[in-house]
Every structure is written in structure tokens, then in C-alpha cells.
């Protein structure tokens, strides 16, 4: 499978714990995506890399979030002392530049 | 008002009905997305396109950049096509990262 991959699929956990989601995106893709969606909402942007580099991050990346691309290939979106506004699908998505975004089959964080 | 518009947010349509799902935008583009999400969250790629219109099966999509509105056309609806249908607007600058719809729930019933 060549696709966009995100692990887990699902993540319950308790208000106050960590957590840690990993997307793997395509192996040629330099540009990275992280967006949430609410329920019955669009996603929303979170943050973008290209290939190592952070370059933008949406002010809805409070300072509990954490994002990594350490080696320009797989990244990491960490959430600190999780709330429960913080339960969500978190996306992925991957492309070459001023190609189609490719999606990954997404998180969903519930907080309890 | 959002900077991406879809209409209308929801629809309910028989087997067979030709549908038409708008949206409206209201920032600089290079391009236009059109999505589909099924229960379950997975977000596939219908179409991207700039200017003109696509065509790819029973599915069209129209883009009008002077108007800054595009539509996505089903033809001879089927219950499978029965999902989230979602525009997104990529952005000329920076990240060129995408703005999105707040989605179409589109019901096709037999």
C-alpha cells in the first residue's frame, strides 16, 4: 500500500493524559499536512511541513500541540494534557508541490 | 462568513436524480478541491482543477474563477454515492494548504 498512512485509528484516553499520532506519508511527498475535524464540520488546517521544516503553524496549535518531521519522511502530532475539546478526527495529508493533497484514513481522538 | 461556502448542507434525493452540490469562496486560489468522506472519516480526492470542467464517470465538476464558485454534478445518482461531499480551496500563498467547506451530506435513497 503506497497510500497516505496514519496510526492509530482510534484513541481513547482520559482528560489530562498525553497523546502521540503518526503519519506516514508518500515516499515522494515533501510537503506534509496535519488538519482536525470536528463533528459535522470541515477539517480545519493545524500545521505544514516541507520535508524536515515546520513553516506554518494555524492558531487553533495551541501550545499543548507538538508536531515533528525529524527526518523528513514520517511526522508526529503530540498532545499534551488532553481536554475535551480536543476530541477529533486528525488528518493527514501529503503532496509534491502544486499537486493534489493526499488524504490519510485519519485519528479519532475521543476524550473522556 | 466563511472563506469557503458549500450549498446546501444537506440532500436527500432518489436513485437516479441528477444532483448539483455549489460552493462559493472568497479567497485568492490556485485551485479547487472536491472531496468525498464516508462514515468513517477516510477523505478520498475527486477532483482538482483550476479553470474549465472535469469529468470523471458520473461525476462533473465545474469551476467559474471570474465568479469564484464551482460545482460538483452527480449524474444518475446511485445509493452509493451517498456521502460527505466536501470543497477546499487552495490557497495561492505560503503553504498553499487547504481551506475547507463545511461539507454536503448528500442521501441517495433507493
Known amino acids: 500500500d503506497t497510500g497516505v498512512s496514519q496510526d492509530p485509528r482510534h484513541k481513547i484516553t482520559k482528560r489530562g493524559q498525553n497523546v502521540t499520532f503518526r503519519c506516514d506519508p508518500i515516499?515522494?511527498?515533501?510537503?506534509l499536512y496535519w488538519y482536525r475535524q470536528t463533528l459535522g464540520q470541515g477539517p480545519e488546517f493545524l500545521t505544514y511541513f516541507q520535508n524536515e521544516a515546520q513553516l506554518e503553524k494555524s492558531r487553533l496549535l495551541s501550545d499543548r500541540f507538538s508536531a515533528e518531521r525529524p527526518k523528513g519522511s514520517f511526522s508526529t502530532l503530540e498532545i499534551q494534557r488532553t481536554e475535551q475539546g480536543d476530541s477529533a478526527m486528525y488528518l493527514c495529508?501529503?503532496?509534491?508541490?502544486?499537486?493534489?493533497?493526499?488524504f490519510g484514513p485519519g485519528t479519532r481522538l475521543t476524550v473522556t | 462568513k466563511n472563506e469557503v461556502e458549500q450549498s446546501p448542507q444537506n440532500l436527500t434525493a432518489q436513485e437516479g436524480e441528477f444532483i448539483t452540490i455549489n460552493c462559493s469562496y472568497s479567497v485568492g486560489i490556485s485551485a479547487l478541491h472536491w472531496l468525498q468522506q464516508h462514515p468513517g472519516g477516510g477523505i478520498v480526492s475527486l477532483f482538482m482543477l483550476s479553470s474549465g470542467k472535469k469529468k470523471h464517470g458520473r461525476l462533473i465538476a465545474t469551476i467559474n474563477i471570474q465568479e469564484k464558485h464551482s460545482s460538483l454534478h452527480i449524474t444518475a445518482s446511485h445509493p452509493r454515492d451517498s456521502a460527505v461531499y466536501i470543497c477546499?480551496?487552495?490557497?495561492?500563498?505560503?503553504?498553499?494548504?487547504?481551506?475547507f467547506g463545511q461539507g454536503t451530506r448528500l442521501t441517495i435513497n433507493p
Open positions: 515516499s515522494e511527498h515533501n510537503r
Open positions: 495529508a501529503s503532496s509534491s508541490p502544486r499537486e493534489e493533497q493526499y
Open positions: 477546499a480551496a487552495r490557497l495561492i500563498q505560503g503553504a498553499q494548504k487547504l481551506v
